[in-house]
């Protein structure tokens, strides 16, 4: 069985340390090189520590990259998208990881990021990498741009009610909490323990950029409005997202199930948690620590035409490595699981 | 300076021992009973560790309980209710921290706790327990019913815009994230620390019930609806609502600080927390440990009329014994802050 | 390839869940039954979340088990002891995870356990469950007694040394720090979560019953003593011991390295963790999680002859779970380290 | 009632926030200046976000100091005795929290801290700062060195038996486990949230600089070597020592408690936790955080002649902060509770 074989640009940061673990595992894949800037030539354990002893694998710099099957692209935002012509000349086929080639349109990055796109030419072809929205076209793209951690998990929470056109489309409100892993491996005074731990913080109530990426991904008709706000809780990994949404017609609890088991029915990542006893009630992201599930309930409010939906992932699996992954084997038509087995920890 | 005796009905729970280690060194306060069925005759600091060393007090059962100036009851939910009217034999003043005598309206414990009341003659004689909206009320009363914790918060942040009718009515979402110390101090499956431990529990998306309170306390025109969730996180003590509301006319920031400073410019326990820059942007629970301040911070959207309000307290405080204390100063004329002077710790 | 049918008695706990997750997984291994008296009937998700989806498996009552070729033991202690002559009967290869069938000499469950036991005819079939110590016994035998979490990772630590016979017999004290899954799943007063959340509780300071196999492995000459305490902290899985040996010759660090190399060498999951910068210098059992690894590293004191032994582990995995299927595969034949490859996540 | 005017040598610490807040609520102190270079005329609460609304003072230049009564130094190690001849002209008090002052022998510096002394001529004139073992002495100086947090937990469990000196002098093996607040209030790579949130850090197995302290005090007939180790947990504020001890004659735990008695039965901030049953058998470092308590604990091993002593406390207050208020009260025959009375909370 020949191996597809990848390389990664930027494999010092977190999500880079997951691709990196599962592709090393993954077996229809062989690792060819694995680039950091500032540990070039030193064993990726040293960034690594659960790699220890799993490989020799060195960091390689980024000038050092040669051409292979698939890169993998998980550099800093901005810098994808200076690179990107470069990328395309050393391998026929890229998932990028940053958000540089998630928005369609070149006026959402100004809006949304205050900057001009550095390689605009190339947005239309980039597939956007949620596999249970986009996976036909994955099937034939060769550049495919991994979604964000929130918006993931916000879209899969929403894209059966958008996609049914059963919501107001103006009044949902989504409040998504996060572990610190989002905010990657650099120490600040935010990051810092003492001050981080025990934190409920209000990271970003308005204006978070993931918001451009749902309201891309929702817009079926009409144009919508998501009221999105994201809050740091006391977790390293995981985000929980609570869309309130408002129904236009009278639903009962069976008819959502119905509407999820219609659109999520066949799909290896996704399940419907919503249990009437117990402790496990509702998606728990705690479950999901190293997993590529995003598992999703629900609750209807019976004095109200509001319903909440709740979704939850493992912010560097399904939000960011996990998917990754997925979309490969999507790609290269492999089983869509393959690599993504474990099956989480309880308790953890 | 004479002393107002004080007993405590229901003192071995979490609630009731924030009451005793603030009563035993209020200035103007002397405990005079404390109670508790199962721990009668132990000392209070075999069910409150921090009080070891500090008082030789020991429960009483409740049977024992002796006349006095003013009568804390924190016995659970229900309970309260049975024994109101022995209560106010007792003492001629009662502040009351269980839920029975929160809602004015009779039917409403049948709709939102789904009982008939037990001592519905008494309903009206009490005044709901958040001193920033019915100071003067306190001053002449006898009775008071302290407010329910995540109500607390949630009203407090969204007071100003509703007392000033400029936020849309029934659009407004709440999330309110919550500590393990809310549940009490039963153990269960649920509070088990493999489970709880690092947990994002959607505990409540719909249905909870201090929902009647916060609608009770903010109609002050039409009916309004409040969409309220209420999520279990890795904390132990405290609370944090983010909640979204739709302003009604075009307000700038400028314009929301002016509302705020209006509304809450002279209260002891309110402060505004908005910073552009730094780790301490916005309130946060933690920094409220042991405090009775509610802090308030907010952020409008650029982008629609959407504007997050957040509000913090700590739950067992500002939403439970600190803000009964608060109550007791004003009921009897003494300095607002007395007993509740601590500034909370920083970091933790 | 034919798997072997293997079957779990106490099924419901943590390390039985771990047990079932992991031979779900094992490419040689077919799960036939897994009990639970309390939820026979019920699907194996129930009590384990994370097997959502991935098992259609309901739990049995134990008086249903039916003959297997292996059957795992994950009874309460005590309850093994009375079960193991029926369990006997019904499969050929035993692997117990209680405590009952780990000490050799029946003496020595009156003097640590305080009971008489109730099989002891058995107690000399049984091989201790630690491969480094007892490999090639275990190709041979057909019961194995898993080790204890706590003995496992205090015995791996000291093992080169007392060996060797190059450290004081009597000196040596260990400090274990662990985790809440430690304690099981039944919830009390001690894990209940405002209790136990970031506790740092003197759990057994002396007398902790895992010191009797810590002293029976470890002694191969005179009697010795382990002074032992186990404390612990705000963790759900792990378990890290800081051991205090005392070197009866003049070792320097590269004669430990040495050592360890020595007898650990080839060792599949023993790493030896010492780095001289960085964050990850140290063994640290969060990166472990749900691995079967056990790290060790070590520190000598310069100014004294006082050297510091730091090993790690999941405490359900090395230290339950993982140890027993790692011993399941060298029983059969089969590669050590099947079923048992995820090498940890970073960060977590 | 006249008041002490104090200052503050470096104020935007972890360390220097607590003195902060202890001095300004303070009946017999008035806060004078507060320093910090890089915050200089900024409001303390932009460094202590719990001062909020409690203070309008700003941070000072070190350069812009002026006279006052007493001047506690916090600044880090190295600094102070830089600065030492300067501030003794300025304050006829000095009380000092770095560790440069509390080893009276200069050749301990170089052998711990690797460097000469920069103002060794005052080393003399310090007392070293632990009330319970220096309270006379403290009532007739002027100059106090406060002393370290590990030390202090350490040297409070031990002293009264190395005091009868009924312990072997050699064999003390000490496990300190600590908070992240120790490290102050730098991020650095090691500080960043994900990797230390769970972390079981053995940060210094061996040849941590507080040993010396802890000789120096314990050191009251031969030479004594105590065997220490620093393990950082998952814990923002708080220090439990694990000690164990090896008795040179039989003592029943009656006796235990006599000695005990004898040596802290009048001291206001000690408290002896042991208990039977329950879950707060032995001291907690939780239960103490915003207190000046140390409680000890303490177990005897029946099969040896080793007694484990457990001694915690919060590492900002009697590790520091407030340990420097208890000996600013003795040193101007205030009373020693004076500012100090915070009971600590439950739950926390």
């Known amino acids: 069985m020949d191996k597809v074989r990848v390389s990664i640009a930027g494999g010092s940061g977190y999500t880079g340390g997951e691709l990196l673990r599962l592709l090393l595992f ?31 694998l060195q960091f390689s710099a980024l000038d050092d990259l040669r051409p292979c099957d698939v890169l993998f692209v998980s550099l800093p935002h901005g810098k994808s998208m200076e690179k990107m012509r470069e ?13 540089d080639f998630r928005l369609r349109q070149e006026r959402d990055y100004r809006e949304w990021y205050g900057n001009s796109h550095a390689c605009p030419e190339m947005l239309g072809e980039f597939v956007y990498g949620i596999p249970e929205l986009h996976r036909e076209e994955m099937k034939r793209t060769s550049f495919i741009s991994s979604a964000g951690c929130n918006a993931t998990v916000t879209i899969l929470g929403l894209y059966p009610f958008f996609k049914l056109g059963i919501v107001d489309p103006n009044r949902t409100v989504v409040e998504v909490k996060v572990g610190s892993s989002e905010g990657g491996n650099a120490p600040s005074a935010a990051s810092h323990h003492p001050e981080r731990s025990g934190a409920v913080r209000s990271f970003m109530p308005t204006n978070h950029r993931h918001t451009a990426e749902v309201i891309q991904e ?15 809780i006391e977790m390293v990994r995981g985000a929980l997202a609570t869309s309130h949404v408002f129904l236009n017609q009278p639903l009962e609890e069976k008819d959502v199930w119905k509407v999820l088991r219609q659109v999520y029915g066949e799909e290896p990542f996704i399940r419907i948690v919503k249990e009437s006893e117990g402790t496990h009630r509702y998606p728990e992201p705690k479950w999901l620590i190293g997993t590529n599930y ?13 319903m909440v939906m709740i979704s939850a992932i493992d912010n560097l699996m399904k939000g960011a490595a996990g998917q990754a992954i997925q979309a490969f084997n999507i790609m290269h038509g492999f089983e869509e699981t393959e690599g993504l087995e474990f099956p989480g920890l309880h308790p953890i």
Chains 1, 2, 3, 4 share one sequence.
């Open 87 to 99: 990328f395309r000349a050393l391998a026929p086929r890229i998932i990028d990881l940053s958000a």
């Open 218 to 232: 929702l817009s079926f008709r009409e144009a919508i409005q998501i009221h999105m706000s994201v809050t740091s």
């Open 294 to 306: 995003c598992d999703i309930g629900f609750s209807k409010d019976e004095k109200s035409n509001r």
């Open 26 to 56: 993954h077996p229809r894949a062989e690792v060819a090189q694995v680039t950091s800037e500032s540990l070039a030539g030193k064993f990726v354990f040293k960034a690594h520590p659960n790699l220890r002893k799993r490989t020799q």
